[in-house]
């Protein structure tokens, strides 16, 4: 909680008066210090009991069985992305010196929705999609994406997994895999924490952000999310996969 409710609690209940300097203080010494909280799932009682079973139906899962797993999913990038967590070393009052400002855009300028999987040995090619993804699409994805590469993989030894997104689940995209002999990996709602998809999200993200040139606009952003996309290390795909019997 914030040092001035600390004071707050302690003028209350002991009659204790301090200064917020010596509350910081005796914080730093015990090893308190001002971190940002860690951002999850918003989840309720259903979800955990649904996660929770679903850690315990595959907990004794092996290496071999996760390494024919198709991990898929669909990342949205804000082409002028703003988290908050630049900072920037600077005297008082220069406040307003160009070099200490972080302009923003309206909705960040637009964004761009792409789809990926990722499994051991590799990559999906990446997929820039055009709006927002429904059934229609995906099952565009599935066809001409998706399975023609888990195929030039593993064949037909492989299984997909994908979310509880709307489209995923709906009945044209279930009866289009069931007729194509798909074996899905059922997966408990509001887990994307458990997909080890979303840390090759970030490090694309990252990979976008260190670029020396910046996309400007939302084709270049298109362009380069889909070169570093492909310059993402193999190595670090196979230790992604490689880390879903700990999750």
Known sequence: MPVSRLRRLWRRHHGINVSRQTVNRRLLQHGYRAR???????LI??????RLRWAREH????????????????SRYILNHTDGRQRVRRLGGENLWD????????????????WAGIHYGGKTPLVVLDGNVNAVVYRDILENHC??????VYGNNFCLQDDNARPHRAAAVREY????????????????????????????GRSINERDNIPQTLQELAQALTEEWDALPTDNIYKLVDSMPRI
């Open 177 to 204: 895999l069931d007729a194509e002999g798909v074996q899905q990996m059922p997966w408990p709602a509001c887990s994307p924490d458990m997909n080890p998809i979303e840390h090759a999200w970030d490090a694309l």
């Open 45 to 50: 009682v259903q979800h955990r009991v649904a």
């Open 59 to 74: 907990k004794r899962l092996q290496l071999g069985h996760w390494r024919h797993v198709i991990f898929t999913d669909e």
């Open 99 to 114: 070099d200490c400002i972080q302009e923003t855009t309206q909705a960040g300028g637009g964004s761009v929705m792409v």
């Open 36 to 42: 940002r909280m860690t951002k999850c799932p918003r």
């Open 147 to 152: 399975l023609p590469h888990a195929r030039r």
